[in-house]
């Protein structure tokens, strides 16, 4: 594992296409480059079609020259395995490399990532393509690492509901498994009449009559994520072979939920993904309201950003990198804003105080081409400057030190959890997303920095731990909470333990494992549609003079205590008199969703650990490290903030 | 043909699935639920996997053990058909048992319904299961009696677009029509040069580039629905020969429309239906408003409710069983609240009223498996017991009597009305279904107790008939409709006699051969898209002093007078100044749709025909059964009535 | 060519179909159409099924009978090529013509259109059948034309998404870029290695992972518009080789996308269409407001209708005919309201002051079978003249004398634009049809008469030309507006000039070719989501008192200025202080979607050309033609005009 030289400070970089312009700009654009601050340029990127023009016969003197014109300038070169694009000569050929839609029709060539993870072939051809390009450049003195592929997932390509991942399944199943009743015992295959008598019965779980076993599904998604990661694992190994000394990286997508990030990182130096924030916004964020989305059209929205900073920082709890850093607007949501002047240096700004050391923009220029004609660049199509070249120029990337970020709080999050909380929604409006960026959100406008954990990790380093939707209980899981309930205060949010690693319910009911832990035992939930509404009712007024009743919407559950005592009640509903939030030594566990009794409560957690806080209103963030302070006003307005005044879309750099 | 023993009142069971849970909680079970005060339980739903666990190789064990388990306790046991969920070996053998969706999709197992009700392979082995459960149980002391299936055509699937259903299809087209010349008449298919020179030329009528002929439509839902009604007919017979003196029913779904109810009821010795009030509402009744939705969320529609349990009971003219009651929050709809306090009892107590013999509730224990998981029973994951429970423990059935629900009032279905209406709805928020219910809800809220009815049926009981949407006629129908109107008033809703049985319009017009019974002949129809509305005007001030004005909304028709006379006229839009409502006899026609017009002219025709009505506030119903009255509040507020204090979700039991 | 004989005013039609009823109907039916002042009937369309009932067997007798019969009464008979409905036998007997949906579904027999225009089978049927037809009527006395199939493309079947169309596209491809290379670059197929290697490697572009390259879709639509055109053709020169001295006309559809129009249109004597304005509205205008549609649910949009009209006079740049005219409501929409009182003169009257010389209904008596059962037509089911039947009696012929629409104002329309700027909207709820028809109906509302006219035909011969979205710019198209400025003012809207022929963008940015023409180079453009809104403000006050601000929503462009001025500049937002609509000379160009800027804009231009112009509230227009002038209320109120007064729904006539 190679960790790149460490900077002093943040760095720039910016992804290129030098194949989509004639090979005449390149020296100019590196020259460009240079001046503008970067360090480093990502290329090669989708260019297998180019670098291997027919099976077998490699065209290596357009990349020589491409690399060549860069390192002429003293930039680094990051290169792409090109397996995002398997050729039109390779699809042709093997047409059984194309992947399967959840409802049965077979995915096309015709644009990128029409290739099925579990392919042999495909395995076969991406591991030849890898090994070609890092024998040619795996020791190059200007290429300082490696991206593999590309936004693994996208366009919902980690599954494939038939051909090759259909065929790869059962023998998945039954290295789980062992054996079918073994299988069928785990899937509760009892109910209607389900069980298998072998493996070579069980099909991916689609195209069904009605709902499908959301165990069958479970497994089928870990399949799937199992199979992601060792496409990975096979480029991995070859580039480690061949491509001493060189970082390995790979960029991940926002809210990409098709595979467990966490599996997928490991053998990864560090770990990179791609920051789209008003795509984000628009496109992703289904469970947003429309008004949010309109105030924040031209910035995305702080704490989804953010999120994804302190996710990816927390995969392998080290620095990332943004590897697509919008800069301009997008062309793939449903609308497409300009973003905001001051966007690109907040963003940019943000990402290096989330633990950033390198933000690397897409793209250089805007492509004269094809499906991304409509989207932005550094430079616009005619090579002028575009909104964002100019608000990197004025960068004091002096401002950015490189270093830690240090959270005392942790929100919890895994995948397992994610894919059985989707699947079994109960009420349409929540998602496992909106569930966890809720408490992630309050934690924020709270002025907390926050590391985002697998539940599984290392907890030793936290004050205050947050398990907003933690679904999925194992014993070892509910053993090592316990663990960190010694020296953290825990909060738990609703679902909590719903669900064994199987996917069935605990047979004790919930919470299950996590049961001595919780102090409780659960009563009722309660799904409520739109226009519904419980009030949640503290058991004592609150010392801080916060209000004291709550507005619940979407999703309450209540208990019975078993050790706990309740510190707020439901007034109203179904649930009326029972207990809505229990604590349990260290452990709270909130029933209600309710954004102001979440605040609330997280609020009184971190004063009770002692940790400093903040009253941050909307839009209004800070965010620390390297005992640096990062002042960010989202907002239209000015801001007045810890003794100074932030304009509209801006931030500002503090000291400790 | 054999009733169940007479019982003096209401009697309660349960549905369970022993086979969810270790073999040694079944006597605690059946202990709990002799204790609770139930009296038989439903198993053996969905089982076949168990029952026959490898092609042939029959076990009867464990169904013998729980059999015995629940006869210990002096319950009787209600036995299913497994055929709903043939098992994983039978359809990996036999793949072309599995159904067609509309799309032309391959309906895969995974799930429940996964047959084609016209594959001989599977009416083979469907027979074959269901002799084999008869020869083992049917003559067993503790079994009372036996359910087919179950929920035939839930999920969509009483019809398959291809494979088994459409090899099928040509040879009962043959069968009704005779020649392929008759057919082309009968679908006007010289239309569009859609002829056909042979019945093997036909398809069903899915995929096609833009509408489909309409009788081609209402031939394939007859086929599909004689097809379901053969299917049953098969098991009925083999259950009559091996298990007499028991009792076969099947339990019809909600709002379910997939085949003609009455055609398959004919041979069963009474109905059942599956009641789930707040899944009803969110999930089926798709016209609903949202307000609506929201208010009701928590105890389904009182109307909606009533209104199958009326139907049900009408498919024979007799007492029914509700085989599956909701008794917490169900998993299946985009929301699903906990019912309101009150509301299990609530609903048992209505279905009372509404001529059930035996409430059956869904189900003992909530499922620790599968895709019920989130669906609750009376017991919990826990196995403590639900709010359910409890209520279903405070019940005094001696207060619900068994006995005769005699109404004076009718309202006319029919389900192959029901198809030609609905294919080419004109007003895209309008359907069969709202518009019949729109005239049902109007009774309910005068008071009246009402059967539904069969067109075709006996109507001499009556003295007042209804008929909402009575758009399919024919000359018999058009007699004895004829016949009726010399002893009752008759209302027609819009649309009435639109069509005739082959799916045309008739020759001389609308109402065709309705024409002299009505008085009118169709002058215009007008279809009004959401914002547009016409006014109503009573030709004469109302005697009630009700209102002499109604706005009426999505659907108007006016006439001319052929012997009748205009009662209500249109005083503006583009029929301003026609008849809107009109009189001939004892035979009403009501052309707007307008919730208050319709009340208000069914309330005159009440107090015409000498029928005592009520003006019930929304949400507030009464029913009566056996000399008793069910008064009933499913509203949040306090109701006075009939000199007594209604709580909130409550019902009170009066005698006259 | 041959033109129909002139006549001295607006003739009507009406479209029938003698074998929907029996035969001795049809000399009634004739005498009534003669009655009620028609001069033609057209007959045959869908016929197929009954001309060749089976394989090569003919059957003229029942079309001699019907042909006689209107014959009789002096009307005139218009026959059609039944080919948009093949009948079973040939679908049975060759189903590789049925076509393929993009989904990649097969579309089935059962409804019409259900045939791949590039089906070699198919065209030799359609050669056959028309062949077949005009060898027995071609020279018949009484038919004075032929319309070709019907409504060509209807039901999005201008294009097969596999098939028969998939198998010819890469020999098209071929002949249009010659080499494989070519087709690569042209298509920018460096991007995403979507690179080929041989054209047979080309599928038609759908089913991708993700967004398709928009150059492989303008090739497609092109490829299929070739197509439609070819078809049409074969059936063309048979009809000229066998029917000498009738014309042939196309129905063409509402706002059809699926082919060039302007090239399907070559070699027809006239172009026609079919006027639904209800249904239009309804279910064409997607981009429409709901309260717009319910405005206008009884009478569809004047400016649609009109839009329409003068779109289809332009084709050949002669009067045309409306062949199939809504008389009452129609049956395809989501709603389908009765049409206001006076709509049906209304319409007809617009038609002629928009250049028809022939309005057509549809259809002569409602259908009493099969997918139209609940359309309307001039008489009932039963036979009675309906409402529109009326209206039509009404007329006065003489009102409407035959002659030239001479427009001074121009509005270019270009199919190819329309496809690439769909394909990538940016901005969801904007289209190519809604910003085009956004300027029309500015113009419209200023009183002008508009010719629509392709970029490339003859402009020489008007004062202001209005180009709203011509995203597609050539040079020769560039050099062609060059010279029309020269004697015009030319007003261009946004995303001008943004593609190249092979749908990428100009290498040097946009508008490419266009800059010397407006002086200008795109400095920004922005996507707005709904709720957001930027002010664009003039930079003098406007000497006619007009609005000197406006808000934009939905898109806005800037501009640096290359000797152009700014007139108009951004006040807020991202594009603040920058240049929202600039000229340079005669040219305009306007960068933000504001109906009030568009209209301000194009008031000053008519000004600048010394056009006079109106103020015409919404709703009232104006429309002349041959000297006369046809003032039109289309809205609930009456209206004050030019010192007359219109009634609400009416049209009066003035002479100049
Ligand atoms: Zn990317
Ligand atoms: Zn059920
Ligand atoms: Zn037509």
């Not at 299950?512 to 102090?519: A, E, I, M």
């Not at 009722?524 to 010392?543: I, K």
């Not at 510190?567 to 207990?579: I, K, M, N, R, S």
Request: charged fraction near 20%.
């Amino acid at each position: 594992m190679t960790a790149p030289d460490p900077t002093p400070h943040l760095q720039l970089a910016v992804c290129d296409y030098p194949e989509h312009v004639p090979q005449d700009r390149w020296s100019d654009y590196a020259r460009q480059q240079k001046a503008l601050g970067l360090s480093a340029v990502r290329i090669a990127e989708f260019a297998w079609a180019l670098m291997e023009p027919e099976p077998g016969r490699y065209d290596w003197a357009w990349l020589d020259a491409a690399i060549d014109a860069i390192a002429a300038e003293g930039l680094q070169v990051v290169l792409c395995t090109p397996t995002a694009t398997p050729p039109a000569w390779l699809i042709r050929t093997h047409p059984e490399i194309l992947p399967v839609d959840r409802e049965g029709r077979v995915r096309e060539f015709g644009s990128r990532r029409q290739y099925d993870f579990a392919s042999p072939v495909y395995r076969e051809h991406s591991r030849r393509i890898t090994r070609a390009m890092a024998e040619r450049y795996g020791q190059h003195p200007a290429v300082s690492g490696w991206q593999t592929d590309n936004e693994f997932g996208c366009h919902d390509t980690a599954r494939s509901w038939g051909g090759a991942s259909a065929a790869a399944f059962p023998a998945w199943l039954q290295a789980r498994h062992g054996t079918v009743d073994a299988l069928n015992e785990a899937w509760g295959n009892v109910f209607w009449s389900m069980t298998y008598q072998s493996f070579d019965q069980i099909l991916p779980p689609n195209l069904t009559v009605t709902e499908l076993n959301p165990s069958h599904l479970l497994d089928f998604y870990r399949f799937a994520s199992d199979t992601v990661r060792d496409f990975q694992a096979e480029q991995l190994a070859i580039l480690r072979e061949l491509s001493p000394g060189r970082f390995v990286t790979h960029n991940f997508m926002i809210f990409e939920s098709g595979f467990d990030h966490y599996a997928v990182s490991q053998g990864l130096d560090f770990v990179s993904w791609d920051n789209y924030p008003t795509g984000m916004l628009e496109f992703f964020s289904g469970w947003g309201s429309e008004d949010l989305k309109t105030r924040y059209a031209r910035t995305g929205h702080p704490d989804y950003v953010a999120f994804h900073h302190d996710l990816y920082r927390g995969m392998l709890q080290r620095p990332f990198w943004v590897m697509e850093q919008q800069c301009g607007q997008v062309n793939w949501a449903p609308y497409n804003p300009l973003p905001a002047a001051g966007a690109v240096g907040l963003w940019t700004a943000q990402a290096w105080a989330h633990g950033a050391d390198t933000v690397s923009y897409f793209r250089w220029r805007a492509a004269t081409m094809a499906q991304e004609v409509m989207h932005s660049g550094l430079l616009r199509h005619d090579e002028t400057p575009d909104r964002g070249h100019l608000e990197v120029e004025a960068l004091d990337l002096t401002q950015f030190p490189a270093g830690e970020v240090r959270a005392r709080v942790a929100v919890l999050h895994d995948y397992e959890s994610l894919w059985i909380y989707d699947q079994q929604r109960h009420a349409a409006s929540l998602s496992y997303w909106a569930q966890t960026v809720a408490y992630y959100g309050a934690l924020r406008s709270l002025g907390q920095d926050v590391d985002i954990v697998h539940p599984d990790h290392d907890l030793s380093g936290y004050d205050v731990i947050v398990a907003p939707a933690l679904t999925l209980m194992t014993p070892g899981r509910a053993a090592h909470l316990q663990d960190a309930a010694r020296h953290a205060r825990i909060v738990f949010g609703p679902r909590t333990a719903y669900r064994t690693p199987s996917g069935r319910t605990p047979e004790d009911g919930q919470p299950g494992v996590l049961r001595d832990l919780l102090g409780v035992r659960l009563q009722n939930f309660d799904s409520l549609r739109p226009g519904l509404h419980v009030t949640v009712t503290a058991s004592s007024e609150d010392s801080s003079g916060q209000p004291v009743a709550a507005q619940a919407h979407t999703w309450t559950e209540s208990y019975r205590l078993a050790g706990a005592q309740a510190t707020h009640a439901y007034a109203d509903g179904p649930l009326a008199g029972q207990p809505a939030v229990t604590r349990h030594g260290n452990v709270t566990v909130i029933g209600a969703h309710s954004e102001a009794l979440i605040r609330s409560v997280l609020s009184a957690e971190l004063a009770a650990a002692g940790l400093p806080q903040q009253d941050l209103p909307e839009g209004v963030r800070v965010s620390r490290r390297s005992g640096v302070t990062l002042l960010q006003n989202w907002t239209d307005d000015t801001v007045h903030l810890a003794g100074r005044t932030l304009a509209p879309i801006s931030f500002t750099v503090t000291h400790d």
